[in-house]
């Protein structure tokens, strides 16, 4: 099992810059950022395996960015020119179930943080 605990969101006007933090307490190989907005299904944003590959919803290619500290077992996002539409609860989530499952789906992945709110005004 492992802990994972999310940080960094708040609220912004379209166009900031937000930077969101995932910390497990445990090493993870692989992790995915996800958000969902009420009265929508939780979606992929981003995704980092162990080799530092990743995977990008179109809505946010270009714009948002995933990282991984693998000493201090801390994933990063880094959320630039961010959107009214961008506003959700976002949640890091790790272990992957299976290699050959997408990982911008969420029933791909065990874990789940609680998940920390970012809101973006027009």
């Known amino acids: 099992q492992v802990q994972l605990v999310e940080s960094g969101g708040g609220s912004v006007q379209a166009g900031g810059s937000l930077r969101l933090s995932c910390q497990g307490d445990?090493?993870?190989?692989?992790m995915a950022w996800f958000r969902q907005a009420p009265g929508k299904q939780r979606e992929g944003v981003a995704f980092?395996?162990?080799?530092?590959?990743?995977k990008y919803a179109d809505s946010v290619k270009g714009r948002f960015t995933i990282s991984k500290d693998n000493v201090k077992n801390t994933f990063i996002l880094q959320m630039n020119s961010l959107e009214p539409e961008d506003t959700a609860m976002y949640y890091c989530?790790?272990?992957?179930?299976?290699?050959?499952?997408?990982?911008?789906?969420?029933?791909?992945?065990?874990?789940w943080g609680q998940g920390t709110q970012v809101t973006v005004s027009s």
């Open positions: 980092i395996d162990r080799r530092s590959n990743t």
């Open positions: 989530a790790a272990d992957l179930l299976r290699s050959d499952y997408d990982p911008l789906y969420f029933e791909s992945w065990q874990y």
């Open positions: 445990r090493y993870t190989a692989c």
